[in-house]
Structures are given as structure tokens and as C-alpha cells.
């Protein structure tokens, strides 16, 4: 396990692996985007200058996080990838927060679709079916090792513009399921029969 602390957009994480005694700095450069549950920073790596993505998520008594350790299980290049993971203590002293740090992709399909629609321009056919490819790639293979997402929008597909690289990413509503497929299938389509 890892403990630290850290701060907001323009404070360095600093924290402790406790497994191998390193510190790793994080240096954060702002905010990447805001969820429910928690706000993503763009932060870089001091040590390498690598670009990270840190999650920092309220730990709530009264919920259960899963993300973590569905993230601890998951390695599809179609898949967001977790570096590290570490805590941070609040202003109080139940306030804790949960930091996940992942890789760093620039875009998501929200804004690339709003970028050609704002362009007046529709979305390339190749590229429609490259995203589509990546994106059925990634749910096969979270549903093959019994992970329902439960949250596939276009601001949780992440997608980098110079490669155009697609992960999916956001497992903070994501549920391990006991019979794989057929869970996910049937919550799905209830799902989709409420609505």
C-alpha cells in the first residue's frame, strides 16, 4: 500500500511505496475533468517527466469502491492502465481521498465528436471504425473476465489525436460480475428496458 500527500492543481503529490521505500513525486498542472465521484488531474512524473492522469476519489464509509481493484485486474492496450495508486489525508480527520494514477490521454470521444459537429464537418468513416473496432475490443474483453462497466459514454472513452489510440476508462460504477458475460448482458438490457 502507498500513503502520501498532496494537494490541488498547484501542489506537488509527494508519496511513500511503502514496498520498495521511493518517494515519487507528482507535479499536478491542472484539471483534467470532473466526474461524480471525484476530479481527474494532468499531472507529470518529476522523476521521468512522464504525463500522468491522477483520479482523486472521496473515499466514502458508506460505499464501496470497487475501481481500484478492478483496475489492479485489468491489462488490455484498449483498457485506461493503472501506474500506482496511493492515499492522501483531507482537512479532516475522516476526510481521505483514494489517488489512481493512469496514463495520460489528451482527448475523449465527447470532445472529438463536439469538435466535428462544431466544424460542421461529420466524424471520418475510418475513423468511426477504428473507434468502434478499439471500443468493442475493449468490452469484450472486460465482459470476458466477468467486469460490467456500466457507465460507456463518450466523455469515458478516451481517445489520444495523434495516434488515435482509444482506452476506456472510468471503472468507478464498474461491478465484478460471478458468471462473466450473461451478467453484464442481462444488466444491460434492463437497462435499456427502464429507459
Known amino acids: 500500500m502507498q500513503t502520501g500527500q498532496g494537494g490541488e492543481a498547484n501542489q506537488a503529490y509527494i508519496f511513500e511505496d511503502t514496498g520498495n521505500n521511493e518517494k515519487t513525486t507528482y507535479n499536478a498542472q491542472g484539471i483534467a475533468g470532473n466526474g461524480t465521484f471525484g476530479v481527474v488531474f494532468k499531472a507529470t512524473m518529476a522523476s521521468t517527466g512522464e504525463n500522468v492522469a491522477i483520479k482523486k476519489v472521496f473515499q466514502d464509509k458508506r460505499y464501496k469502491n470497487r475501481e481500484l481493484q478492478i483496475l489492479q485486474t485489468l491489462n488490455h ?49 475510418i475513423l468511426i471504425k477504428l473507434y468502434s473496432y478499439q471500443l468493442f475490443r475493449s468490452i469484450a474483453y472486460i ?15 478516451l481517445i489520444d489525436p495523434t495516434t488515435h489510440m482509444l482506452k476506456l476508462c472510468d471503472f468507478g460504477s464498474a461491478k465484478k460480475t460471478l458468471t462473466k458475460r450473461s451478467q453484464c448482458c442481462l444488466y444491460m438490457l434492463k437497462t435499456l428496458q427502464s429507459s
Not at 496511493?86 to 489528451?106: A, H, K, R, W
Not at 465482459?143 to 472513452?157: S, Y
Open 77 to 125: 492496450p484498449h483498457v485506461t492502465t493503472l501506474k500506482s495508486s496511493f492515499y492522501t489525508q483531507g482537512n479532516s480527520p475522516d476526510e481521505v481521498y483514494l489517488n489512481l494514477v493512469m496514463d495520460y490521454i489528451p482527448q475523449n470521444l465527447y470532445q472529438i465528436v463536439r469538435y466535428y459537429r462544431k466544424s460542421k464537418k461529420s466524424l471520418p468513416n
Open 143 to 157: 465482459h470476458g473476465i466477468g467486469i460490467c462497466h456500466r457507465d460507456i459514454k463518450p466523455p469515458n472513452i
